[in-house]
């Protein structure tokens, strides 16, 4: 099973809202959580799904 869930900033992230961080105000950490894809390890990931998530 691959599972797919959407990243935020950790500056968006409800625990830090005291901060007064808003989107927009680390552009280049913003651009790069967006290009960044995190694999999940395991000793259960074969070759057949590292081979599928990457061609997704």
């Known amino acids: 099973m691959i599972s797919r869930f959407k990243q935020i900033s950790l500056f968006l992230h409800e625990y830090f809202e005291y901060m ?16 960044v ?3 999940h390890m395991n000793p259960y990931v074969n070759k057949y799904i590292n081979t599928r998530v990457n061609n997704d």
């Open 20 to 35: 007064g961080y808003k989107e927009g105000d680390f552009p280049i950490g913003e651009i790069i959580l967006q290009e």
């Open 37 to 39: 894809m995190s694999l």
